[in-house]
């Protein structure tokens, strides 16, 4: 069983920025894929950014341009810089972790709640 730490979360106002952390208990070198999703309150948890491979980065549209996904293999972590933050950001975001992609178990971090006034 992976575990996944996030920290990094907070509320913020609209136009600001903030650094989301995911630690893993396992090195992350070759991992499948290892990223970010959010859930906002009666909505559908979506992809917000992850990196596959460690090589291809994947955006989700509503984020594309204003948040970067990194990693750090040597720390274990990987990072989701949000930029120009918008109230429809508000959601918890969930640090997850695949692999082998596509197949193999998917492990959830307990999820940190962003929160963006307007």
């Known amino acids: 069983q992976v575990q996944l730490v996030e920290s990094g979360g907070g509320l913020v106002q609209a136009g600001e920025s903030l650094r989301l952390s995911c630690v893993a208990s396992?090195?992350?070198?070759?991992?499948?894929?290892m990223g970010w999703y959010r859930q906002a309150p009666g909505k559908q948890r979506e992809l917000v950014a992850t990196?596959?491979?460690?090589?291809?980065?994947v955006y989700g549209d509503s984020v594309k341009g204003r948040f970067t996904i990194s990693r750090d293999t040597a720390k274990r972590t990987v990072y989701l810089n949000m930029n120009t933050l918008k109230p429809e950001d508000t959601a918890v975001y969930y640090c997850?972790?695949?692999?082998?992609?596509?197949?193999?178990?998917?492990?959830w971090g307990q999820g940190t709640q962003v929160t963006v006034s307007s």
């Open positions: 990196i596959i491979s460690g090589m291809s980065e």
């Open positions: 997850y972790l695949q692999t082998p992609w596509k197949s193999g178990p998917i492990n």
């Open positions: 396992i090195n992350i070198f070759r991992v499948g894929a």
